[in-house]
């Protein structure tokens, strides 16, 4: 699973969203389950974990689970934490508020008996009262100083403390200490809607009280801890971050003995899997589909393994299954038994692949996070609304939405806001504010914004001074015999290129493969130029293949330019940046429709392709495109997490944009008023109320059009339960466990 994705940096965690591939996998659908959100047409999709008991989960034993990376460092509030940090540090730290299945944050009871505003007026005041077992690893007592330490390093007041953020913190004027040691008053300066986000994870005063600590200490360990589990050790040459239980969790005690979290690069899970390495693991479709293979023939047929997993897999079964994963159809893979001499050392592989595959499951649900289409409204034709508009309004989001989870059998109905998932108290869909998709409405904006078929070909801009030949056309008179008008020299000279395009087509065809290429423009008779991304028939419009003009007449131009929209002798085309990686195929294909549905009104697209891990740093952060697909994680906390990214930009003192996370560059000064009202409003119905108006802004503006909720595909050992597909909430590290007695994948130390 390849992580491009966008973090919500200063707004809560710096955690990377993974954008899964698409495929086709033949797993039930799963069905939606209706929730009392401010939607009624919402569903949620139900996290996906295999729940049990804890009377039926096995004490002991070591769970290996897969991460792409050893993190560079354990402290949340750094700009480099990732989602691997999240991970860990959820089962090492307190958190107040997690998010439950529903996306909303519920009070722990492992460190809170309540917490709640008992003062509005004249300041907000909430009080925590501890969980009177509550302790760190040393056995000191979680308490006020420790509130007192995260608040001063995270309020942006102290320069000396390198942190990712301050939402929320820079609002608290004090903290006080309560009637006893258990109880921390914190009076805020003001009103904060979203109080619950702050001192989560909560970090020791070992950690937060001063930079040296802060910045440094815990990047690598993590020495005074409040979870189930504790840090054991952090080794970055073997990629494994080792957790076991901690002795003093006042808790439920973990079922595990074990917790590591393995370095796996996505491309090598499904090698992992198979060579018992790790027992969890975030997969893409292909490797979801080899296992709901391995299951369909792990009996020969159909039937029950004779000894454990994948035992009972019978030559024939496995050589069919083989055929099938390789492309064959099902009569194909009926005759493949003729060839079996031939593929014996390949099939005996796959059987033995499948053997392994078969003893795991693939846990699905959505992610809590959604896929979007940015549009880039700096500069250029899309800083203009109306070209936005058009462009949303042209979009299938439905089409989109099906291609990646409709394969997978998971409910494609696109997001209908950028602050909430289906399934969430505060969703709404608010894509009304835009207008359902309408090809004529679209081309009805972009011709009121001066975009016109053929607008390409008509310039007054470019005709060079004192030519006679435009001056006789301007006052309507004929070009003198031999005298050719500029526009028909261009012509005939287009007309000589374009004799070569046929001879060129399939070395076309392969620029697509990788880099840039033009699509609007790139029809039978064009031929990208050095890889520009501009065409022959770009450089020269109005040309026909082969053909000369008699004097005096214009050279016809072909219909494929003449549909092209243009204005003022420009073309409207478009620069669409997409990741190259393995794991990005699910943009790319979403892409490659995207640019179909813009090409069908006449939209040109120039596709660029780059490196995954240069695609956000090197083009969306920096602005460097028109056109993006990238992803947003929910949040319980809106009012927040959202501003930064849907805020105006501001100007700079030397001429840039100060853009937050906006990456879109799109915003207006009353969705920024909205946000501040919202944070604001303590009562939670006004405060949503206030967020679904704003949003329904945001989709007017066009700057952002959620295209779908993200799948998320996890391969977990059968005999685990209470880990899989979590969708919104957070995992409950101390029920998870094997539901028998067994020594589960290789010890902590790595070693078989």
């Known amino acids: 699973m390849s992580h491009v994705g966008v973090p919500r940096g200063t707004a809560r965690k710096r955690r990377s969203v993974a954008l899964l591939a698409t495929g086709v996998l033949t797993i039930p659908v799963l069905a939606g389950c209706t929730s009392d959100s401010g939607d009624p047409t919402s569903v949620a999709v139900p996290q996906d974990i295999a729940p049990a008991s804890r009377d039926r989960v096995a004490d002991g034993s070591t769970l290996n689970w897969a991460i792409d990376?050893?993190?560079?460092?354990?402290?949340?509030?750094?700009?480099?934490?990732?989602?691997?940090?999240?991970?860990?540090?959820?089962?090492l730290l307190p958190s107040l508020f997690p998010m439950d299945a529903k996306g909303e944050p519920r009070l722990n009871p492992d460190y809170l008996e309540s917490a709640k505003v008992i003062e509005r007026e004249p300041k907000q005041v909430v009080l925590y009262k501890l969980n009177q077992q509550a302790v760190w690893s040393d056995g000191r007592e979680i308490g006020a100083p420790d509130f007192v330490a995260q608040w001063r390093a995270l309020s942006g007041k102290d320069s000396a403390f390198w942190t990712a953020r301050n939402a929320g913190y820079e609002r608290i004027e004090k903290i006080e200490r309560g009637k006893d040691d258990l109880q921390v008053r914190v009076t805020f300066s003001k009103p904060y809607a979203d109080w619950r986000s702050l001192f989560s994870p909560l970090y020791p005063k070992e950690v937060t009280g001063s930079p040296g600590t802060f910045n440094d200490g815990a990047r690598t360990t993590l020495r005074n801890t409040a979870g189930p589990f504790r840090l054991r050790s952090v080794n970055k040459p073997r990629g494994t971050v080792v957790l076991d239980r901690n002795p003093r969790w006042w808790g439920d005690e973990a079922r595990l003995d074990s917790l590591v979290f393995r370095a796996v690069e996505p491309g090598k899970r499904t090698d992992a899997l198979t060579e018992g390495t790790v027992d969890v693991a975030d997969i893409d479709p292909a490797t979801a589909n080899s296992i709901a293979l391995a299951a369909r023939y792990r009996g020969g047929n159909g039937g029950p393994p004779a000894h454990g997993p994948g035992a009972g897999i019978t030559p024939a079964a496995a050589l069919r299954s083989w055929a099938l994963a390789h492309g064959s159809d099902e009569e194909a893979a009926e005759t493949a038994q003729a060839a079996r001499e031939e593929t014996r050392e390949a099939v005996a592989v796959y059987a033995a692949e499948q053997k392994a595959l078969s003893g795991f499951a693939v846990r699905k649900s959505l992610e809590p996070s959604y896929t979007q289409l940015a549009l880039n409204g700096e500069s250029g034709p899309l800083s203009d609304d109306r070209v936005r508009r058009a462009i949303a309004r042209t979009l299938d989001r439905q089409e989109l939405a099906d291609a990646v989870l409709k394969p997978l059998g998971l409910p494609a109905k696109p997001p209908g806001s950028h602050l909430a998932l289906a399934g969430q108290p505060g969703y709404k869909d608010g894509s009304g504010a835009l207008g359902e998709q309408d090809t004529k409405e679209a081309q009805a904006l972009l011709a009121d914004a001066g975009w016109t078929p053929g607008g390409a070909l008509r310039s007054t801009r470019d005709t060079k001074a004192g030519s006679e030949a435009e001056k006789k056309k301007e006052e309507g008179e004929k070009p003198a015999?031999?005298?050719?008008?500029?526009?028909?020299d261009k012509d005939e000279k287009a007309g000589k290129k374009d004799e070569k395009a046929e001879d060129t087509e399939k070395d076309d065809k392969a620029s697509r493969e990788e880099g840039e290429y033009t699509v609007g423009d790139d029809k039978p008779g064009s031929r990208s130029s050095g890889g520009s991304g501009v065409t022959a028939q770009d450089k020269q419009p109005g040309g026909a293949a082969g053909a000369y003009a008699p004097a005096g007449t214009a050279a016809p131009a072909p219909a494929a330019v003449k549909s092209r929209l243009g204005k003022d002798g420009k073309p409207l085309s478009l620069r669409f940046v997409l990741p190259s990686g393995p794991g990005s195929q699910s943009l790319r294909t979403v892409g490659e429709k995207i640019v179909a549905m813009l090409d069908s009104i006449g939209i040109s697209t120039q596709v660029t392709k780059v490196a995954d891990d240069s695609y956000f740093k090197d083009h969306i952060a920096s602005g460097d495109y028109d056109l993006a697909l990238y992803s947003w994680p929910a949040t319980a906390y809106p009012a927040t997490d959202g501003r930064p990214i849907f805020a105006k930009p501001e100007p700079a003192t030397d001429g840039s944009l100060l853009v937050a996370q906006n990456y879109t560059r799109v915003g207006s000064d009353h969705i920024d008023q909205l946000f501040d009202r919202a944070v604001a409003e303590l009562d939670a119905d006004a405060s949503r109320d206030l967020l679904k108006q704003?949003?329904?802004?945001?989709?007017?503006?066009?700057?952002?059009?959620?295209l779908y909720q993200r799948p998320q595909l996890v391969a977990v050992d059968k005999k685990l339960a209470n880990i899989g597909a979590f969708g919104f909430a957070a995992p409950r590290y101390q029920d998870i466990g094997f539901t028998a007695r067994q020594a589960a994948g290789p010890p902590a130390n790595g070693k078989k």
């Open 69 to 91: 990376a050893v993190p560079s460092t354990l402290n949340a509030f750094q700009a480099d934490a990732d989602g691997a940090t999240t991970r860990i540090t959820g089962a």
């Open 694 to 706: 704003a949003d329904a802004r945001i989709w007017a503006a066009a700057g952002s059009i959620p």
């Open 481 to 488: 015999a031999g005298e050719k008008a500029a526009d028909e």
